[in-house]
C-alpha cells in the first residue's frame, strides 16, 4: 500500500509537469517551492493551436500573449487596458478614433503600432466572400459587414470608420497580431495548416514560449511589456481533464491557482489554512433547448415546433433547485438570454417569468392539446403519438453542469406526462448533432456557452444566421433577427439596452430555450508564493489579469 501511493504520487508530479521528462526530473521540478518564481496554474482546458485565426478552444493560452484593442476589461477596469491606450467615437457615431500606447513594442522588439492593428482587422476584412475567408476562429470577420474603412492615421492613431452606428470598435473580440509575423500567411494557411508555433510575438505581458497539446503551455515574461517585465519569472499552463487533479495540485503545492473546481472539491480547499478560495459570475449560460426543426432533422413530435407546449415545459423546470441541488448554491437560476453579470443588460424579467408549478405545466398542457387520453399516465401530441423525448447532453468545455441537473429534468418533466430518455454523448459526437441540422434528429438538448456580453453575443443563441455554430435550437424568428440587426448598429447605450431587452422578451415567451442556471467559477489559490491576485475575481476570465502584475511574496 506504501508503496503504491509513493509511486502514484510520482505519477502525479509528472503529471503535473504535462511532460515526457522522466519522472524523477518532475518530481523535482514540482517540488513544494516557491524559489523559481514561476506561476503555475491549470484549468480543465483542452486547446488545439496557436492559431486564433483557425480555432475557438485557444483563447487559454494566447489571451495572455496578445491584446484586444479594447474589449471587456478595458471597459470594466480602469487599470486594465488593451491595445489601445483611449478611444472615442465623433459626432457621426460612425468615425472611431484610438490611440495606442506610445512606444509600445511586440515581445521580439519590433515597434507594435496602429498600423499593426489596422493590419489585423484588415487581414480578416479582405477574405469575406473569398472561398478561405477567415471565418471559422477566436478572430474572424463577423461584424466587420458593418466598416467602411479602418486606418492607421500614424503609428499611435487608429482610425475605424463604420458604415452605419455600431459598438463593434470597442465591442470586438479580435486578438492584435504583428504585421510582420502575419503578412505572408495565406488565408488558406491561415484558417487550417498555420499552427503560429511557440514563441508567439505578443504585446500580452506573458508570452507563449512552448506549447504541447493535452499538456501544458509554458510562457516566459515579455521584457518588452508596455507596464515593465512582469515580476514573475516565468508561468506554466497545465491543461487537465479533470478537476481531481487541480485540486490535488492545490493541497500539494504543485499548483498556484486552479480554476473549474467542483463544488465539492471548492468546500474542501476552503478548509486549507493555505488556500484562499472564490467564486466568479462569469458569462456562462446553461439551458435546455428544443429541437424546432421541421421537415429534415426535426424531432420525433411536432409539438417541439410549439411555442405553447415548450411555453408549458417552462412551468416545469425548477431553477432554483438546479442551483441549490445540482450546483449547491453556485449559480443564479436561470431567466432569459442575458447573464447578471451583464449588468449593462440584465432583466429578471419580472412581470412575465414562469414559476416553477407542475400543476400549472399540466394545465397548459391540456389547453394546448397536449392531453393523456387514455389515462396511462403518458400524454399525447396532436397526432395521437405519446410522447418519448430524447435529450441529449455531454461533456463541456466549460464549467460542468452536474448529472444531477439533468436527473431532476428529465423527472420533472415525467411527472407531467412527458417521459424523457436522456442520452449522453461525447462532446464531438454532441457538437456533430447540433451543428447539422439535417443530422439533428434530437428533441431535446441540455447544453451551455460562454461568450462575451456584448449584444452580439447576448442575442446569438436566437439568431437565424447563427444555426449551425450558435443557435442550438434552429429557430428563426424575422423579428428577433431584424431587433439583432438594430441593436448591432447601435452606439447608443441607453438604445442598445432597449433593443436587447425587447429581444430577450420576445424570445423568452416563445420558448425555443428554458434558461437552466447561470453558473459561478469556482476558483482557489495558495497564499504561500505570490501576491498581487484579484479580490473579487483572483484572474480575469477575459484577459490576463492578474499575471501583468504578481510578484513572489
Same mark, same amino acid.
Given at each position: 500500500m506504501n508503496e503504491w501511493s509513493l509511486s502514484r504520487r510520482a505519477v502525479m508530479k509528472a503529471m503535473f509537469m504535462g511532460s515526457a521528462m522522466p519522472l524523477i526530473l518532475n518530481s523535482r521540478a514540482l517540488a513544494a517551492s516557491c524559489g523559481d518564481h514561476i506561476v503555475r496554474i491549470a484549468a480543465t482546458a483542452s486547446p488545439d493551436t496557436m492559431n486564433p485565426f483557425a480555432t475557438w478552444s485557444s483563447f487559454w493560452p494566447t489571451a495572455f500573449s496578445y491584446d484586444f484593442l479594447v474589449a471587456v476589461d478595458a471597459q470594466r477596469h480602469a487599470d486594465r487596458q488593451g491595445f489601445a491606450k483611449a478611444w472615442s467615437v465623433a459626432d457621426d457615431k460612425l468615425t472611431w478614433t484610438f490611440k495606442m500606447w506610445p512606444d509600445m513594442k511586440w515581445s521580439d522588439g519590433q515597434p507594435a503600432t496602429a498600423r499593426d492593428a489596422a493590419f489585423t482587422y484588415n487581414y480578416l476584412g479582405d477574405s469575406i466572400g473569398k472561398p478561405d475567408e477567415l471565418n471559422i476562429g477566436w478572430n474572424n470577420t463577423d461584424g466587420l459587414q458593418n466598416v467602411e474603412s479602418i486606418t492607421a492615421l500614424d503609428d499611435e492613431t487608429l482610425q475605424i470608420v463604420t458604415k452605419v452606428p455600431t459598438r463593434w470598435p470597442i465591442d470586438n473580440w479580435t486578438m492584435i497580431v504583428p504585421e510582420h509575423i502575419w503578412k505572408d500567411i495565406s488565408y488558406a494557411?491561415?484558417?487550417?495548416?498555420?499552427?503560429?508555433?511557440?514563441?508567439?510575438?505578443?504585446?500580452?505581458?506573458?508570452?507563449?514560449?512552448?506549447?504541447?497539446? #493535452?499538456?501544458?503551455?509554458? !510562457?516566459?515574461?515579455?521584457?518588452?511589456?508596455? *507596464?515593465?517585465?512582469? @515580476?514573475?519569472? #516565468?508561468?506554466?499552463?497545465? !491543461?487537465?481533464?479533470?478537476?481531481?487533479?487541480? *485540486?490535488?495540485?492545490? @493541497?500539494?503545492?504543485s499548483l498556484n491557482y486552479g480554476f473549474y473546481l467542483t463544488a465539492a472539491q471548492w468546500a474542501d480547499l476552503s478548509k486549507n489554512p493555505d488556500i484562499v478560495v472564490g467564486e466568479s459570475r462569469v458569462e456562462q449560460r446553461n439551458f435546455l433547448a428544443f429541437n424546432t426543426l421541421s421537415g429534415k432533422g426535426a424531432g420525433s413530435t411536432k409539438a417541439l415546433q410549439d411555442p405553447a407546449f415548450r411555453d408549458a415545459i417552462g412551468y416545469a423546470i425548477d431553477q432554483k433547485a438546479i442551483v441549490d441541488r445540482a450546483l449547491r448554491g453556485h449559480g443564479d437560476a436561470g431567466v432569459g438570454l442575458v447573464m447578471p453579470v451583464a449588468t449593462d443588460y440584465y432583466s429578471d424579467l419580472s412581470d412575465l417569468r414562469r414559476h416553477f408549478d407542475l400543476a400549472e405545466a399540466g394545465r397548459r398542457l391540456d389547453a394546448a392539446g397536449y392531453q393523456d387520453t387514455n389515462g396511462d399516465g403518458v400524454r399525447e401530441d396532436k397526432e395521437g403519438k405519446s410522447f418519448q423525448l430524447e435529450l441529449i447532453t455531454g461533456p463541456s468545455a466549460n464549467i460542468e453542469l452536474p448529472i444531477a441537473a439533468v436527473e431532476l429534468i428529465a423527472d420533472w418533466l415525467g411527472q407531467i406526462g412527458v417521459p424523457v430518455s436522456v442520452t449522453r454523448l461525447d462532446a464531438g459526437a454532441l457538437g456533430a448533432r447540433w451543428r447539422a441540422p439535417e443530422n439533428a434528429g434530437w428533441d431535446l438538448l441540455i447544453d451551455n456557452n460562454w461568450l462575451t456580453p456584448f449584444p452580439h453575443d447576448l442575442l446569438i443563441l436566437g439568431s437565424g444566421r447563427a444555426i449551425g455554430t450558435n443557435n442550438r435550437s434552429f429557430w428563426a424568428n424575422e423579428k428577433f433577427d431584424k431587433l439583432l440587426s438594430e441593436v448591432e448598429v447601435t452606439v447608443d447605450l441607453k438604445k442598445s439596452q432597449e433593443l436587447v431587452d425587447q429581444a430577450v422578451r420576445l424570445i423568452y415567451t416563445e420558448a425555443p430555450y428554458i434558461m437552466l442556471?447561470?453558473?459561478?467559477?469556482?476558483?482557489?489559490?495558495?497564499?504561500?508564493?505570490?501576491?498581487?491576485?484579484?479580490t473579487q475575481d483572483m484572474m480575469s476570465m477575459v484577459g490576463y489579469f492578474p499575471f501583468d502584475r504578481l510578484r513572489p511574496v
Open positions: 494557411d491561415a484558417r487550417s495548416t498555420f499552427r503560429n508555433d511557440p514563441p508567439l510575438v505578443g504585446t500580452g505581458p506573458m508570452i507563449v514560449s512552448e506549447f504541447q497539446q #493535452g499538456q501544458f503551455a509554458q !510562457f516566459t515574461p515579455n521584457k518588452y511589456f508596455r *507596464a515593465g517585465q512582469p @515580476k514573475t519569472a #516565468g508561468m506554466v499552463f497545465h !491543461f487537465f481533464n479533470s478537476a481531481d487533479l487541480i *485540486a490535488q495540485g492545490l @493541497k500539494s503545492g442556471c447561470y453558473p459561478t467559477l469556482l476558483e482557489a489559490r495558495r497564499k504561500d508564493c505570490f501576491e498581487g491576485w484579484g
